[in-house]
């Protein structure tokens, strides 16, 4: 039996990088996935890949995690589909900009609605589900919200109040069986980054920084795990500290 057979997953973030790979680890263990994201067209084309690879279910969900009812929807959908929730991955994110000064209202509402108003309503709207089966969060934060950093700011911030917040979440539902995990890469390559220059997927050659499969092996590390579950794993760069002090 796989080990995850009999679970319904939903990752958000879903259409590339960290949450692509993600949907693929938890597919070869068993699970029955959701796949939440904007690009419709994208999830599609993942979902069948997935079914053929794995026989998986897969449900896929388009909507921007900023908006409160894509995350209430995107749970509501799973339910019925799959019949409960047992694992959710937090993983929408983006940076925006950089430098505080000069950074734009726009570029600043995008990182908080998106990175921490995502977080906050994908958690609440799939509490009730996860505590009923006893089930596991998994939230997607960095080495940013870990370390002062000397460009934007504003992205670790965001990044520190989901490590906070997720770290709480345990505190407050620990007892009622819930299990949460915070994963923390340093530069992953994946698309993230282009909308400010090249992606980190172009910036860094293989091999030379985390690929999104390591981080998807920490995810499912995390679902797989019993009444024990990890509560951080950070995965940097072998060299990430070389040059950080």
Same mark, same amino acid.
Request: proline share 2%; aromatic share 6%; charged share 20%.
């Given at each position: 039996m796989s080990t995850l057979e009999a679970t319904a997953?939903?990752?958000?973030?879903?259409? #590339?990088?960290?949450?692509?790979?993600?949907?693929? @680890?938890?597919? $070869? *263990? =068993?699970?029955?996935?959701?796949? /939440?994201? +904007?690009?419709e067209e994208r999830l599609e084309s993942i979902a069948t890949d997935l079914r053929d690879r794995h026989g998986t279910e897969v449900l896929v969900h388009a909507g921007d995690v900023q908006e409160r009812s894509t995350s209430d929807a995107a /749970?509501?959908?799973?339910?019925? +589909?799959?019949? %409960?929730?047992?694992?959710?991955? !937090?993983? !929408? %994110?983006? %940076? +925006?900009?950089?430098?505080v000064a000069t950074m734009t209202d726009e $570029?600043? *509402?995008?990182?908080? $609605?998106?990175?921490?108003?995502?977080?906050?309503?994908?958690? *609440?709207?799939?509490? &009730?589900?996860?505590v009923d089966a006893e089930g596991t969060l998994v939230v997607v934060g960095s080495f940013a919200g870990k370390f002062p950093r000397p460009f934007n700011p504003v992205y670790a911030a965001t990044k520190h109040?989901? +490590? =906070?917040? @997720?770290?709480?979440?345990?505190?407050?539902? =620990?007892? $009622? =069986?819930?299990?949460? #995990?915070?994963?923390? &890469? #340093?530069?992953? *390559?994946?698309e993230f980054g282009g909308e400010d220059g090249d992606p980190f997927e172009e910036r860094f050659e293989p091999g030379t920084v985390t690929e999104p499969a390591e981080i998807a092996a920490a995810v499912a590390f995390a679902a797989e795990s019993g009444p024990s579950s990890p509560q951080e794993i950070d995965l940097y760069r072998r060299d990430k500290f070389a040059d950080t002090f």
């Open positions: 997953a939903l990752i958000t973030g879903a259409s #590339s990088g960290i949450g692509e790979a993600t949907a693929h @680890a938890l597919a $070869e *263990r =068993g699970a029955d996935l959701t796949l /939440v994201a +904007r690009r /749970v509501e959908a799973t339910v019925d +589909r799959f019949g %409960g929730v047992d694992v959710v991955v !937090a993983n !929408a %994110g983006v %940076g +925006r900009g950089g430098d $570029e600043y *509402r995008t990182m908080q $609605e998106t990175n921490v108003d995502g977080t906050f309503y994908l958690t *609440r709207a799939a509490l &009730p589900e996860l109040w989901v +490590r =906070g917040f @997720a770290h709480s979440v345990a505190a407050q539902y =620990g007892d $009622e =069986g819930l299990a949460v #995990s915070v994963i923390n &890469p #340093s530069e992953v *390559r994946t």
